[in-house]
């Protein structure tokens, strides 16, 4: 129990420091991702390094508190101010009704959630086991032995990082039966800064629900969402650290642009396998290009997500587990994919993307394209202002990612096209970032010039 | 930039409007005729396009009707009240049948009611989209009068910017209806089967999830020790739960666990004790493929299988029909 009541005051101490006092909900949001994001990172370096020791990991929690707290007394965060609604469908009676109707849905969903122990698949065989086994053995570097009399399996225990796993052994560690808990908090922590977000570019109070709700019921993600996979961490910090980063461009408080890196970190430590922080790249650097200031700090940013996408691959070298590292196979599939070039090969993948993505996302695609086409319209006419452009440049970067990981892949996989189920919950991102996209759009002034 | 519209054009506008409630309702028929026979007849068969109906609806609603007569009043007056009843009757409807079909059987409802149950959601949304637009409130205050309209549409600038705005709110209207339609049953279903279970064991939720397996990996665990090694099939059909190591070792750790993957003769590790019983799993697709592991006659110092008292001789023999369709553990 004392290490989550470390872990929760980190947090909060660390949203203290990035967020300020503007909302105590928004601290609280933060909170979360923040304290299980270092206490996750601890316990991995641990694990490298010694057998897993409670002791230190609650002492290094401590002198991470006490660092924060340090950093907030020299720099106090006033925060940013929530800007008045520029009101289109102003209806206080429908902010009452759907506000009734989300907290409805909270509580058969939080029903849900928690009445039932971790059982699907992954949830159970990687993460959950992880943290058992790390409970019971104190070591990872055993971990890459269990699969010895499986060769098709050999690499399973290290195929993602320890993040999810770390939530279950910090449950377990507290006391806590059902790890499932803290998935939950994730989902309304992440539903949280969705809406704060909404609300702070501008849009009305009521709408900022609505496209909250419809992120909610959205068929995929509520599936994801309700079970103990490493996706709705993996939303929680990827959306998380997409909003941050938004904020930094807009009101250039250099606490949004870190608290961004270490969230892009913790969703790297979440999911690996697809480099979707490209993406996020991609929007620093058109920012960059727009702005062409904050050089040092833009440098730092990357620097601190890519020392959290090579930290996995190097565990393997460092603890040297007798199966192939996977990631350096990527960087050989990159190549192959170059020196194989095909327009056939590249059909293929489009087919396959058209039926397992674009068809299966529905009204939701077709929502994103009428976007792209509006936006573009204003964009001629000078409408709106090139802000609104990081929006676009995100989605359409993930896109790409998606097509050409899967060209890539394609080659050194058979079943490639096998696994539409796979990719579909690897895109989840697109649903928070296309509705929110559309709603500032239509419902907000705030790319208006 | 204005443009001129003849008072001919400004009445058929203002005419418009009154097909609003005329469509809606046709929707709304044809959703209720779709329940009887299956979702989706009209669009398969006779190409009748619901969502297009939908859509003109809507658009019809923008332009609020003028000079409506004492007929149709009372039209509009019947319609809202029988959506209003409609909407609470599918409503009840369709939580009583999710409860009846759950403590039954799949197909339960259709088989006695002669229904789709699941499409009652479709009727219970549409009525509630209708009832909230055809509302004063709705109107009021995002709409605005009929002057105010004809206003805007005599505005180029203005009708370019919402017709753009226009585009973007039917799509984003489809999308909340498509996830209203198909989370509504998951959530629900998810909350009965819950409610059913709350209380009950770890051991009962996991066998709700996961079925007979959940109870052979029971058996496995009660008749095997801690530090036996055990030797389970390949992970391909028809054996791919039990031939999943990782999914096997959740529940069996700290056994050891031996793929059948492995050839005999390439087996170097210590030495097995136990053997899983497999028959496999029936699923399509699968024909010619053959059933039971191991594949080789086994001598055994004891033979479990799941569900029965076996008192056979101890010796597998593959093929035996007393191993046909079962599952069980061999000690060696």
């Given amino acids: ?218 068929p995929a993600l509520y599936g994801i969402l309700r079970i103990a996979y490493s996706n709705s961490i993996y939303i929680y910090y990827f959306i998380g650290a ?176 096998k696994i539409p189920k796979s990719l579909q919950r690897a895109a989840l991102p697109l649903v928070p970032l296309t509705l929110s996209y559309s709603g500032i759009l239509i419902f907000s002034d705030k790319w208006n010039k | 930039m204005k443009i001129k519209i003849s008072k001919r054009s400004k009445r058929w506008l203002g005419s418009l409007g009154r097909f609003f409630p005329c469509a809606w309702v046709l929707v709304l028929l044809f959703l209720i005729v779709e329940l009887f026979i299956y979702p989706g007849v009209f669009s398969i068969n006779s190409f009748v396009p619901i969502i297009g109906l939908f859509l003109l609806g809507f658009i019809f609603y923008l332009f609020p009707a003028t000079r409506i007569g004492k007929l149709e009043k009372l039209f509009i007056q019947i319609t809202k009240r029988f959506t209003v009843v409609l909407f609470l009757i599918t409503l009840l409807s369709y939580f009583y049948f999710t409860y009846a079909e759950s403590i039954n059987y799949p197909n339960y409802v259709f088989t006695y009611f002669h229904l789709h149950f699941r499409h009652l959601l479709y009727i219970n949304v549409a009525s509630a989209v209708y009832l909230v637009f055809s509302s004063r409130e709705v109107a009021k205050s995002s709409i605005g009068s009929y002057k105010d309209h004809v206003r805007k549409i005599e505005n180029v600038a203005i009708v370019r910017r919402e017709f753009a705005l226009l585009i973007l709110f039917i799509p984003l209207l489809l999308v909340g209806y498509r996830n209203i339609v198909e989370t509504t049953p998951k959530l629900i279903e998810e909350a009965i089967l819950t409610y059913q279970y709350f209380g009950k064991s770890y051991d009962e939720k996991m066998r709700a999830r996961w079925g007979e397996f959940y109870d052979y990996m029971l058996l496995i665990k009660e008749n095997t020790p801690e530090d036996a090694v055990v030797y389970h099939p390949p992970q391909v059909k028809p054996w791919e739960f039990e031939g999943n190591q990782v999914l096997l070792r959740y529940f069996l750790y700290p056994r050891a666990l031996v793929s059948g993957s492995i050839a005999a003769s390439d087996y170097e590790g210590p030495e097995i004790t136990h053997i899983l019983i497999v028959w496999g799993r029936r699923s399509p697709g699968i024909e010619g493929l053959e059933f039971g592991w191991p594949k080789e006659e086994v001598e055994a110092s004891r033979i479990v299988i799941m569900g029965e008292d076996y008192q056979g001789p101890h010796v597998y023999i593959p093929g035996d029909d007393v191993f046909k369709e079962k599952r069980g553990l061999i000690e060696l």
């Fill in chain 1, 1 to 218: 129990m004392m290490t989550l009541l470390l872990t929760v005051l980190l947090g909060f101490i660390g949203a203290q420091y990035f967020v300020g006092n503007d909302d105590k909900y928004e601290k609280a949001a933060v909170a979360v991702g923040l304290g299980v994001g270092f206490f996750s990172i601890l316990v991995s370096i641990n694990l490298l390094l010694v057998p897993l020791n409670i002791f230190m990991i609650n002492f290094l929690l401590l002198f991470l508190i006490i660092t924060f707290g340090l950093m907030h007394v020299f720099n106090k965060n006033k925060g940013m101010k929530h800007h008045k609604d520029k009101f289109y469908l102003k209806d206080p009676v429908a902010f009452r009704y759907l506000k009734y109707f989300l907290f409805i849905l909270f509580i058969i969903f939080v029903f849900i959630i928690l009445s039932w122990p971790v059982h699907a698949w992954d949830a159970l065989t990687l993460h959950d086991f992880r943290a058992k086994y790390f409970l019971d053995t104190n070591s990872l570097s055993e971990l890459g032995d269990l699969n010895f009399f499986d060769k098709n399996r050999e690499s399973y225990y290290f195929s993602y990082p320890l993040l999810t796993t770390n939530i279950n052994l910090l449950s377990y560690v507290a006391g806590i039966d059902n790890p499932k808990i803290f998935y939950f908090v994730f989902v309304i922590s992440f539903l949280y800064l969705f809406y704060k977000f909404l609300l702070r570019y501008r849009v009305d109070k009521s709408v900022a629900l609505l496209i909250v709700i419809l992120t909610f019921t959205y």
């Fill in chain 1, 242 to 417: 997409f909003i941050f980063l938004m904020y930094w461009i807009d009101k250039r408080l250099h606490e949004n642009l870190y608290l961004s890196a270490l969230f892009l970190a913790f969703a790297i430590q979440t999911r690996f396998t697809e480099p979707l922080f490209i993406a996020i790249f991609v929007v620093l650097i058109a920012s960059l290009y727009l702005t062409r200031k904050d050089y040092l700090k833009t440098f730092i940013y990357s620097l601190i997500a890519t020392a959290s996408y090579v930290f996995w691959p190097y565990v393997h070298s460092f603890l040297k587990l007798s199966f192939p590292n996977k990631k350096l196979s990527y960087i050989q599939n990159i190549l192959l994919g170059i020196e194989r070039f095909s327009f056939k090969r590249a059909i293929e993948v489009i087919v396959f993307f058209t039926k397992s993505l674009f068809v299966s996302f529905g009204f939701l695609f077709m929502l994103l394209l009428l976007t792209f086409l509006v936006h573009y319209y204003y964009l001629k006419k000078k409408k709106i202002s090139l802000q609104s452009l990081y929006f676009p440049a995100m989605i359409i970067s993930i896109i790409l990612i998606f097509f050409v990981g899967t060209y890539l892949l394609s080659f050194s996989f058979d079943r490639w096209n």
